[in-house]
Every structure is written in C-alpha cells, then in structure tokens.
C-alpha cells in the first residue's frame, strides 16, 4: 500500500464549476499537510498547508483535513480556466521530539483542466 | 535573481557521458533537496541537505552523486546512467524542513 494514494485523474471540468481533490493516507504519524500547484514545465508551488485536523480557507480555495479517517481535500471555488495544473498533496511528520523529521511524502498528482 | 534556480533546463546526456546539475537558491534556506519527478509516479525524494550536511540518502543508486559546497548550492553528478533514470529533476529548499519547499523549475533529463 502506497503512504499517499491520490487519483491521477485526468479531471475536466467548465469554467466556475467547485473542483474537489482528494488524498488518503496511510501513516498516521503525518501533522503537517500541504497541497502544491504544479504548472506545465514548472515546479511544483505551495499553495496551502494545514496542521493536524480542520479548515482552512484562502480566497477561492478551502483545504481540509480529516486525520480520523486519513483523508484530506482541496475545493477550488468558481474554478478558472488558470487553475489549469497538477495538483500534488503533500505531508510530513515530526519525530517524538517534536521537530520536523524533514521529509515530504507527494501523491500522484491529479491533473486538472478547466475549459471556458 | 530571486527564488530558486536550476540549470540547464533541459539535458540530453547519453549513458556513457558525465554531467551535472546545478541549484542555486536565493532565499537563505538551511535546508536543500533533490526530487525525481516521473510520469505517473509521485515526486520520490533523492537526497537531503541540512546546513551543508547530508542528512539523507533515499537508497539512491551511486550514478547520483551529490555536492552541497554551501547552503546556497547543490549539484547532482550524473555518470552512466540508463535510460530508465529519463525525468524531471527538482531541486527544492526550506528554512527548517518538513514544509513549505520553494521549489525549482527543474532539469528535464533525456538519456539515450
């Protein structure tokens, strides 16, 4: 079993439709969770990150994360013909210490269009 | 320049030749990465840098190297690689580790 599983896609949708983009996880030593936009030939850039459970919201986007059933989401509002890109979710997790242990674990990726 | 920078934007390379990767980062990170981003597969972490220091090597076969000289550059040396090793590499940095990578635009690499 992956520790991430996120589904490729691809997924189409028209201009202002709410977009909806999922991740399950499997380690339950992730806290930190981050969604990343990747556009053709460029990186990937952070677009949002939450820790532990809950909301949060910015502008258009609300990422929520769901720890008791490992399950995190990105709704796009009123989607745009620009939010056309992959989407990565991302997470970490911190040691006993409590200091981060470093590494991200991505998903696939799900490649989104939107057409106007 | 600002962010994060890699070089050269794409490579071709055959499996006998040598060549490297270089990464800049601009942003007085501590923390410096190397991903490998393949088709249909998720981003899989190569190597870790933390103050110059390797902290981690994700059993990456040794036609990888890598070279931290300082925390504003890394490098990747590649020698005799094989075809199967043809994607994008990432360089990414972060103050601290465990989130927020500002990420490069990557190398697209070809070995024929």
């Known amino acids: 079993q992956k520790e991430v599983e996120q589904d490729p896609g691809p997924l189409s949708v028209p201009e202002g439709a709410i977009v909806s983009l999922n991740c399950t996880y499997s380690n339950s030593a992730f806290q930190y969770f981050m969604w990343y936009r990747q556009y053709s030939r460029k990186g990937p850039e952070l677009l949002m990150y939450?820790?532990?459970?809950g909301n949060k919201e910015d502008g258009r986007f609300t990422a929520q994360v769901d720890k008791s059933s490992k399950y995190i989401s990105l709704f796009i509002r009123d989607s745009q013909p620009s939010d056309s890109a992959t989407y990565l979710c991302?997470?970490?997790?911190?040691?006993?210490?409590?200091?981060?242990?470093?590494?991200?674990?991505f998903g696939q990726g799900t490649i989104l269009t939107v057409h106007p | 320049e600002t962010g994060v920078t890699q070089t050269p934007r794409h490579l071709v390379m055959g499996m006998t030749n040598k060549k490297s990767l270089k990464c800049e980062q601009h942003l007085g990170h501590n923390a410096m990465y190397w991903y490998k981003q393949s088709a249909k597969k998720p981003l899989e972490l190569m190597f870790v840098?933390?103050?110059?220091?390797?902290?981690e090597n994700n059993s990456v076969p040794s036609r990888f190297s890598p070279e931290c000289p300082n925390s504003s550059h890394l490098f990747l040396h590649l020698h005799t690689l094989q075809p199967e090793d043809s994607a994008l590499y990432l360089c990414a940095s972060s103050q601290g580790q465990g989130f927020g990578y500002t990420f490069g635009s990557g190398t697209r690499l070809t070995v024929v």
């Open positions: 840098y933390n103050f110059k220091e390797q902290t």
């Open positions: 991302a997470m970490s997790a911190f040691n006993a210490g409590g200091t981060s242990y470093g590494k991200l674990t």
């Open positions: 939450t820790y532990s459970s």
